[in-house]
């Protein structure tokens, strides 16, 4: 008798169809791994296992779960089940604890919700004990903690705590490691799987990494515009996958760009000793202010030609290095030059500098200013030159930058919200490439994209180095992208470089134990799975 | 905490510091000698001179600053012209209408306002959510003085229920002052009410929709106690704001509104001794005001750090 | 386009059209005296009735729309005109000591409510519709500055704003090329919220006042007269705090209006 079972559930918002008969089962003491990218339904489907759906949804189908039919259940059962029989974990820990309650507080009330009569001391001995077992030991993480208090991993594992305070028959995961590091992403995904095995709990994983998924998960079902387009087991979908989007997804996870690695040739980007220090608020209020060094003595040279990794967990100082590379802010000690010149000349940035790179942000809907046009946002460069191009060659320029990375000139006029994920990234290395920049400074610039828009990104940097003899700085937390298209590696901690070397040697054969720990920890799809 | 609080009551008293400064340039350096101008420009030079021998106008500017600062702080404002008697006694009998009035008011303003703005927020489209966000659409856009006028005509001029206006004094017992004040309060309030309350509803709106809910939910809380629980402590933060901006709004909506009434406040105080050019009042009464205003800012600012925890952590 | 935005710009145009025709025209001279037709009930002739010195009371409300308009917008043009560039300064040097003056500033001018100044203007200089002007609009220029810097604030964390300066653009050319157009919808609806709370203002002065002074009419002034004859002549009381009412309500209503229809949250969820 399966735990939860979801039969031909198909879910309207508004009449806009967002699920179409899906159908999966979750077995007690199981792993039902759900894929799928942005946009595929993995989400709402668990929203509507616990009947949590936005206003105005109408759902069809079956869900049944221990016996009851939560479709047609009452709000009353539904609040008896929630929390009690199903718990849930959310994607973006900082948002989903209350900021004004404590941790045991809000662990507590799972409980006191559910069992009215535990007096509040006993619902605090129960949190405490909960949050032992989700491996945040009171000694250290005492109740009277806020969630602000916490690191986003830390404040996981209260949520996950809230989840299974009570012990639920079925756990639902909603990409629970998505906002965190790759070593807190391996500690959360063991806690899941020991918290399944102790408690005999079925657990729905959710989530857009098949690697993810694929170490854990028993079963596994592959989703995309609201359906479930293949179920197999989690050791064998690899071999036995049968739909062509499943076969596409697993060649992107894995994808490799095809890259020759260049000759090394003259430095282009110079580090030398590079201190970065932030003042912080004053601990008393007459006493000197505190100073956090977020960049301790960097440095390195990255050659024409090249493409140079810079990897390391959020905290680490990758992005203060990015910006005073950029030149964004100023350094408290040594010196950044681009073909031997400072980026800081005095106390302005120096323009004949700084036109000799560019850069692509994270985030493609940030990156650009809603209210202008596709050409005049990727011509804003030209403010470096010193005589901008005019009229036809103007006009000649935008129509090659459009072109060399895959759009059409007829897209100059078009604003931004026109665009894709996807597309707008090209936007951004069209922007890049326009005043012909020798370095681009690729920030987490594939890290919020779905792994197929990924890998078609990926071609394209590959493709235009080879073509303009581009030089990459990549920076990204994202070990197994760093590693399909760069030629060196750095890795980063607590503001200093502590490993550094070519990328293939850093991955087979990492010296320091961080770097071990931090590849030790990326997920892995299995062997032969992404030759397909 | 003491930190935060340390460092409020720091900017409170900077901001109290220019505050002073800029009301002593307005009063007593702009109008160039302000005895003469007090006189009037037909007054005898013997006149001027004592008067500006009473107001020691001989000294230096920064001395005049320094002993009317020091008079504030030790409760001796200096003595009214007009009224030949301390201005601090005299303020000190208009304050008594016009601080309980201003307290009334901020009272039947979040009574009115909080169970408005949670009905309606938590019925959100309905009967009931349409039918406050119109009364309040209106009560915003009511002028609280003519509101004032219509209501004496109805209960006063028309039903009887009060009386037109006048005030008869603490000394005469508590519930004849309280109905007194209660037409005015009632004026003040209800335009402040219809803010406060659309102010809540949008910003418990805005709490219910955060991912935070969504957990609590998860957890089996029914939408009630999600409400109760988790959405209106956060809620209150901005709420909070408007309520320490709406105090000054109703000290100065006092001070008209006591014209309506014809309250014996710190309004018909302030308007006597503009028309009597008696600047010694004038400057106190706008000093004392704006020290309220700036008072109840830092009040707010400490309720902040009472709800949000990340406050008392910060600074 | 919503209802309520309709709504809102067809009252705020009725009362600005008003203004605009009684510039020309009005149905009787406001200037003119006729005590024998005082307070007359509204009729055919007199729509609103006349007042104790027997003007007509709707050609008053048209030229009064005149002080009431004018006084709100001038002092809407001085809060935008100081007040937007203090929060763009303020914003593009975050933490500066410039940043700290400005804010500080404005926290003091906060604490002065419009009332307050006006007096301390009046205590010095007289009254006149100009006080009303000045005090309303330096009680409005930390309203823009402060809405204005919130705002900024959160536009230069923005990437395209970290790409502009890579771009070598200077802070203030960002200000003015990024910052600025993206906070415009802000601006038109607080303008169009402080436009609506400057003719409260202003009418709150005149009544006590410290406005426009006679023969200039003005609807807080009509509201004052009526006071005493509240009990003889009751519709001098009721048709100038109409006018207040429904051109405040207008206002609030396109107010609303326009920020549903500007909000991009909002936006984003239609498309």
């Given at each position: 008798m399966s735990l939860l079972i979801i039969d031909k559930l198909s879910l309207s918002i508004d009449t806009k169809p967002i699920l179409q008969n899906v159908s999966m089962a979750v077995e007690p003491g199981q792993i039902r791994g759900v894929i799928g990218e942005s946009g595929s339904g993995k989400s709402m489907t668990a929203f509507s296992v616990l009947q949590l759906l936005p206003d105005r949804s109408t759902c069809s189908g079956r869900i049944t779960f221990a016996g009851h039919d939560l479709l047609t259940a009452t709000e009353e059962t539904l609040c008896s089940i929630r929390g009690n029989d199903i718990g849930m974990v959310f994607q973006e820990p900082m948002t989903a604890l209350n900021p004004l309650h404590t941790i045991g507080a809000q662990v507590a009330e799972t409980i006191r919700i559910h069992e009215?009569?535990?007096s509040r001391r006993e619902a605090m001995r129960r949190a405490a004990a909960t949050l032992e077992r989700c491996e945040l030991p009171n000694a250290r993480f005492p109740l009277s903690r806020y969630p602000h208090e916490l690191s986003g991993g830390q404040r996981q594992r209260v949520v996950i705590a809230m989840a299974i305070a009570l012990q639920p028959k079925l756990l639902i995961a909603d990409e629970p490691t998505t906002a965190l590091d790759v070593t807190t992403q391996a500690e959360i995904l063991d806690l899941l799987r020991r918290l399944v095995s102790e408690d005999g709990m079925g657990l729905m994983l959710i989530t857009h990494d098949l690697a993810v998924v694929s170490g854990i998960a028993d079963r596994i079902s592959i989703m995309r515009q609201g359906e479930v387009v293949e179920e197999g087991d989690g050791a064998t979908l690899h071999r036995t996958m049968q739909h062509p989007y499943t076969k596409a997804l697993f060649a992107a996870s894995g994808h490799q760009p095809d890259r020759a690695p260049q000759p090394p040739t003259a430095p282009l980007l110079q580090v030398k000793n590079v201190v970065r220090d932030y003042t912080m608020p004053r601990k008393t209020l007459f006493g000197a202010p505190r100073k956090f060094?977020?960049?301790?003595?960097v440095s390195f040279t990255l050659n024409k030609g090249e493409s140079l990794g810079l990897v390391g967990e959020s905290g680490c100082g990758k992005s203060t290095l990015t910006r005073a590379i950029l030149g964004l802010d100023k350094t408290q000690g040594g010196e950044i030059l681009i073909d031997g010149k400072p980026v800081f000349a005095g106390n302005t940035p120096d323009r004949a500098v700084r036109r000799k790179m560019q850069v692509v942000f994270q985030d493609p809907y940030g990156?650009?200013?809603?209210?202008?046009?596709v050409e005049r946002l990727i011509t804003?460069?030209?403010?470096?030159?010193d005589t901008p191009p005019k009229g036809a060659d103007r006009a000649k320029a935008i129509d090659e930058a459009l072109l060399s990375v895959g759009l059409t000139p007829a897209d100059k006029s078009k604003y931004i919200h026109e665009f894709s994920g996807g597309q707008r990234q090209r936007i951004a290395i069209a922007r890049a490439l326009i005043i012909k920049s020798e370095l681009i400074v690729l920030d987490e610039a594939v890290s919020a994209l779905d792994v197929s828009i990924r890998a078609q990104i990926l071609d394209l940097l590959t493709d235009l180095a080879a073509r303009f003899g581009l030089t990459y700085l990549f920076i990204s937390h994202d070990l197994s992208v760093v590693r399909s298209i760069t030629d060196r590696v750095l890795v980063m901690q607590a503001g200093k470089i502590v490993e550094r070397g070519p990328t293939e040697q850093i991955f087979v054969n990492p010296q320091r134990a961080y770097t071990k720990s931090l590849i030790a920890a990326i997920p892995t799809l299995p062997e032969g799975a992404t030759d397909a | 905490m003491l930190r935060y609080a340390l460092k409020r009551l720091q900017s409170l008293v900077i901001s109290l510091v220019i505050a002073s400064l800029v009301i002593f340039a307005a009063i007593?350096?702009?109008?160039?000698?302000p005895a003469s101008f007090m006189l009037g420009f037909n007054a005898k030079p013997e006149a001027v001179e004592a008067l500006r021998d009473q107001l020691g106008l001989n000294q230096s500017l920064i001395k005049r600053y320094f002993s009317w600062v020091s008079g504030l702080l030790t409760g001796n404002f200096g003595t009214s012209y007009?009224?030949?008697?301390p201005v601090s006694e005299i303020i000190g009998d208009r304050l008594w209408i016009s601080l309980p009035l201003a307290v009334y008011a901020l009272t039947l303003t979040v009574l009115i306002a909080f169970p408005a703005g949670i009905f309606a927020a938590t019925r959100r489209g309905s009967r009931t959510d349409v039918a406050v966000m119109s009364v309040t659409q209106l009560g915003v856009a009511i002028p609280n003085f003519w509101f004032a006028i219509l209501m004496v005509l109805l209960f006063s001029i028309n039903l009887r229920w009060f009386s037109a206006g006048g005030f008869p004094g603490w000394e005469n017992g508590f519930w004849p002052a309280i109905k007194a004040l209660t037409l005015p309060a009632i004026a003040l309030a209800l335009p402040q009410a219809s803010i406060l309350a659309r102010v809540m509803r949008s910003s418990l709106l805005d709490t219910l929709g955060q991912d935070y809910i969504r957990t609590s939910r998860a957890k089996g809380l029914t939408r009630r106690q999600a409400l109760w629980r988790h959405a209106l402590r956060n809620a209150l933060i901005p709420v909070l704001t408007i309520i320490g901006l709406q105090f000054s709004f109703l000290l100065a909506g006092a001070i008209i509104i006591e014209n309506v009434f014809y309250l014996p406040g710190l309004g018909r105080l302030v308007f006597q001794s503009i028309s009597q050019r008696d600047l010694i009042v004038v400057e106190s009464v706008v000093m004392l005001l704006v020290f309220a205003v700036i008072l109840v800012n830092f009040t707010v600012d400490l309720a902040y750090a009472w709800v949000d925890p990340r406050l008392r952590a910060r600074a | 386009m919503n209802r309520n935005l309709t709504l809102g710009i067809a009252l705020t145009a009725v009362f600005i059209i008003g203004a605009l025709v009684s510039l020309f025209w009005t149905p009787f001279d406001v200037t003119k005296l006729a005590i024998s037709q005082k307070m007359q009930t509204p009729s055919a002739i007199h729509w609103f009735g006349t007042d104790h010195f027997g003007r007509d009371i709707f050609s008053m409300i048209m030229v009064g729309a005149q002080t009431s308009i004018a006084v709100a917008l001038v002092a809407v043009g001085i809060g935008m005109g100081f007040g937007v560039p203090l929060g763009l300064t303020a914003a593009a040097r975050k933490g500066s000591l410039l940043d700290e003056v400005i804010m500080r500033g404005n926290d003091v001018v906060f604490a002065f409510p419009s009332l307050l100044i006006a007096i301390l203007i009046t205590a010095i200089f007289g009254p006149s519709a100009l006080n009303a002007i000045i005090a309303i609009g330096i009680f409005n220029i930390p309203v823009f500055a402060r809405l204005t810097r919130g705002a900024a604030l959160s536009l230069w964390t923005q990437d395209y704003i970290l790409s502009a300066r890579v771009s070598g653009k200077s802070a203030a050319r960002i200000s003015v090329e990024h910052i600025l157009p993206n906070v415009t919808n802000l601006l038109i609806v607080q303008g169009t919220i402080q436009f609506s709370l400057g003719i409260l203002a202003e009418a709150a002065l005149s009544y006590v006042g410290l406005g426009a002074q006679p023969p200039t009419p003005s609807w807080g002034r009509m509201l004052a007269d009526s006071q005493t004859l509240i009990s003889l002549a009751p519709h001098m009381a009721l048709f100038p705090g109409f006018a207040i009412l429904l051109t405040v309500l207008g206002l609030n209503l396109a107010g609303d209006g326009l920020r549903d229809m500007l909000d991009p949250r909002l936006r984003r969820a239609g498309r």
């Open positions: 009215p009569k535990t060094r977020a960049v301790d003595d990156s650009f200013n809603p209210r202008h046009t804003e460069p030209f403010h470096l030159l | 007593e350096v702009i109008p160039g000698d007009t009224y030949r008697s | -």
